[in-house]
């Protein structure tokens, strides 16, 4: 096992990772991936000090030169980007392979231009085409803030955004 | 059945509920009642009253007050002892969220003691100190 659970999250670590799906999933240590949070040191602390568990906040380059890692290590992994397009980079364009092919999709806010899928699930156009990407090459993905709370597969949404 | 109702001077009860649901989800066994600052203490017992009216007696409750001794936690106690609950009850004070979070996605996995021990020490543990120096980076991946 390496991956065990794929998330784009708009909050990246914040309570409904740290208190839910780290608990529904095998859970052995997490990788986010933002260059933004990877390089403040103010965010950096505050998602660090909020898991009890190996967290590691990497730039992209840096999840480039370890990912390899990653999917040698016996551990069990989650695997979260902030944005969908950083994730289609990672599965598609890179082509990597976690293992498994679900991915389970967060918290994104209403802004203006976007289309509400949701309760806070909210998609701008190019977000939607790095989910629709995601969908060709073979993902399923799941739109829920928690289990609880999920409000279907990418197919019942990709017609807001023009896909047939 | 076990069920979680939170208690409270002003709107913390109601706020905590809100907070906790976006982790829980929906849910029909979790609820609220506040005294808010223009009401009178018969008007929370009355909703308080009303709240568990349809409990049976082998329900189970799980009260979370935000202190001590004050009029939500002295009323509540009486109300549940009138409709013969509290005998089934677990009555925690100084609620914080990682406590009624705990009490929500735990109580129908554990009982008694364990849970009891569960909710004070995740309430225990979360109650700290941020030091952003004393943060650790892992070095090595695991």
Known sequence: MAITFIRVDDRIIHGQITTRWSQEYPCDAIVAVNDLAATNPVIKAAFLSSINKPLYIWTYAEWKEKCDKVLQSQKNYFLITKDPKLMAQILVDDKFDPGRREVCVGPANDRPGAVKLGNNQSLMQDEADAFEKIHQAGYKILFALVREDAIGYWPKFRGLFGYK | ?142
């Open chain 2, 1 to 142: 059945m076990k069920y979680v109702i939170m208690v409270s001077h002003g709107e913390f009860a109601q706020g905590l509920r809100s907070a906790v649901r976006m982790m829980t989800g929906e849910r029909d066994d979790m609820f609220s009642v506040s005294l808010k600052e223009d009401m009178g203490t018969n008007q929370f017992a009355d909703e308080f009253a009303k709240l568990v009216e349809p409990f049976a007696s082998d329900d189970e409750v799980l009260l979370f007050s935000d202190i001590l001794s004050g009029s939500p936690f002295t009323t509540s106690l009486d109300i549940l002892n009138q409709k013969g609950l509290l005998a089934k009850s677990m009555v925690f004070t100084g609620m914080n969220m990682p406590m009624v979070l705990t009490a929500v996605l735990m109580k129908d996995n554990i009982d008694g003691e364990d849970l009891k021990e569960a909710i004070l020490s995740e309430g225990r543990m979360a109650v700290t100190f941020f030091d952003m120096n004393a943060v650790k980076e892992e070095e090595e991946i695991i």
